[in-house]
C-alpha cells in the first residue's frame, strides 16, 4: 500500500483549486455535476470509443471570465483502455493539474487492484484500503466486515449439495467481468441444469463456478442506502443518508414483466434471466425503516475504521433487501460511491435535499467536503 505520508506530500503543491477527477464510467457524471456545482473544475479519464458523452455531450461551455453556462465536463483525457492511468507519464499530468481522483466501481474493476494500492500515486478522495473488499474472491471481504460489525448477511450455503430452498449463485460474467453471472436455484438439480446451460450460452465460466458464493435468497424488496461520512464533522453528526436507488437489470428485469404465461412459452434456456445493471431507478423508505438503516450505517462505519483505518471516508452504499417483517439484510457493499447515483445528479438526493435544505447529490456531496477541508486545512483527511 502506497503510503498515506506519500500522498499528502504530493497533496502540498495542489493549492486551493484542485481539479475533481473521475475514471469515465459508472457514476461519473454525478462526481463531475458535484464538483463543478461547487466551483470545481473537472476531469474525466475515458477510453477510446466511450468518451464522446464526456467530450461532446456533457463538455463544459464556459464564459469569458470562466463561469460555467452549458455541462460538466472540462477536461476528457483519453486513452486505449482505462489501465493507462497507471503509466506514469499519465500519472504525472495527473499530478501536474492537480486531481483528486474520486474512485468509482470503473476504477477498481479496470485497474488491477494490486496497481491501484502499490502504484497509482495520485489522491484518492475516499479509502484506498477498502477498495478490495468488494471482491467477493478475498478472504477478507465486504462480509467478513459485515459479520464483524453484527450485520445481517443472507446465510451461505456450502455447495449445491446443500441447496433445500431457493439461493442465488454469485459469481462474474464469463467474459465481461464488470457483469454478473447470477442464478437463482431451489434445488441441486436446478442448479446443475441452469449451470450447464449458462455454461453453454458463454454467461459463466466452469472455474468461476468453483469458487462462486451461493447464499439464500431473501425475498423483498431491494434497496441501496446511499449514505456518505464525514471525518470532518463531530461524531455524532458524522453520518448521512442520502438517498436510495434500486437497480435495472437485464434480462430479468426484462422477464418479470411478461405474464407468466409468456414465460413458459420462452425456451428454458432463455426463462434463465441474466443480471447485468443497465439503469438505476429512485426510491424512498418507509419511515419506520430509517432507524435501521442508520443504524447499519454507523456499525458499518465503526467496524470499517477498526479493521482497515482511517475506515469509511465519503460515500459508501449498503445494498440490501428488506424482508416482509422489515428485518434488513445487507447482501453488496460498495466502500465508494454507487453505481445509482446519477439518478439524483443535479436534483438531489430526497434525504440528502431534507438534510442540507438545498439540492444534495452524492457528487455535490464529495465537493462540499473537498471545499470545506480546503478551507480548514484537513484535506489529508480526505485521500488516501
Known amino acids: 500500500m502506497i503510503p498515506s505520508e506519500s500522498i499528502h506530500r504530493t497533496l502540498e503543491g495542489y493549492g486551493t483549486e484542485p481539479h475533481i477527477g473521475a475514471i469515465g464510467s459508472h457514476s461519473a457524471l454525478d462526481i463531475a455535476d458535484g464538483a463543478a456545482t461547487e466551483g470545481f473544475r473537472t476531469v474525466v479519464v475515458a477510453q477510446n470509443g466511450r468518451d464522446a458523452t464526456y467530450a461532446r455531450y456533457y463538455r463544459a461551455h464556459r464564459d469569458a471570465a470562466g463561469r460555467l453556462e452549458r455541462g460538466c465536463v472540462d477536461e476528457v483525457w483519453s486513452y486505449p483502455s482505462f489501465a493507462a492511468i497507471l503509466d506514469e507519464t499519465v500519472q504525472e499530468r495527473l499530478r501536474a493539474e492537480h486531481v483528486l481522483l474520486v474512485p468509482n466501481r470503473a476504477l477498481s474493476s479496470y485497474v488491477p487492484l494490486d496497481a491501484l494500492e502499490g502504484r497509482l500515486r495520485v489522491p484518492l478522495v475516499g479509502s484506498r484500503a477498502l477498495l478490495r473488499i468488494e471482491e467477493r474472491s478475498e478472504r477478507e471481504n465486504y462480509y467478513a466486515l459485515l459479520e464483524s460489525a453484527g450485520i445481517p448477511i443472507p446465510e451461505r450455503i456450502d455447495g449445491p449439495e446443500a441447496i433445500r430452498s431457493l439461493v442465488i449463485v454469485k459469481l462474474p460474467h464469463a467474459t465481461r467481468r464488470l457483469e454478473r453471472g447470477f442464478f437463482t436455484a431451489a434445488s441441486r438439480s436446478e442448479y446443475e441444469r441452469k449451470s450447464r446451460a449458462l455454461i453453454d450460452r458463454g454467461v459463466v465460466a466452469p472455474a468461476d463456478l468453483a469458487g462462486a458464493r451461493i447464499e439464500r435468497y431473501v425475498l423483498g424488496p431491494v434497496f441501496n442506502f446511499n449514505f456518505f461520512f464525514s471525518p470532518l464533522a463531530p461524531r455524532e453528526d458524522a453520518l448521512e443518508l442520502l438517498g436510495v436507488d434500486e437497480r435495472r437489470e437485464s434480462s430479468l428485469d426484462g422477464l418479470v414483466r411478461l405474464p407468466a404465461s409468456q414465460q413458459l412459452e420462452m425456451a428454458e434456456n432463455e426463462r434463465i434471466p441474466e443480471y447485468t445493471v443497465v439503469g438505476h431507478g429512485t426510491l424512498t423508505v418507509r419511515e419506520s425503516l430509517l432507524e435501521a438503516a442508520f443504524a447499519m450505517g454507523e456499525k458499518f462505519v465503526d467496524a470499517a475504521r477498526a479493521r482497515y483505518p482511517p475506515g469509511i471516508l465519503g460515500p459508501f452504499c449498503l445494498q440490501t433487501c428488506i424482508d416482509p ?31 442540507w435544505r438545498t439540492p444534495m447529490s452524492t457528487g455535490r456531496r464529495i465537493a462540499v467536503e473537498i471545499r470545506r477541508a480546503i478551507t480548514t486545512g484537513r484535506l489529508a483527511e480526505l485521500v488516501t
Do not use: S
Request: hydrophobic letters at 35%; charged letters at 15%; glycine letters at 22%.
Open 325 to 355: 417483517e422489515g428485518r434488513p439484510t445487507v447482501f453488496d457493499v460498495a466502500a465508494r460511491i454507487g453505481g445509482g447515483t446519477n439518478i439524483h445528479l443535479g436534483l438531489g438526493h430526497p434525504y440528502g435535499n431534507a438534510l
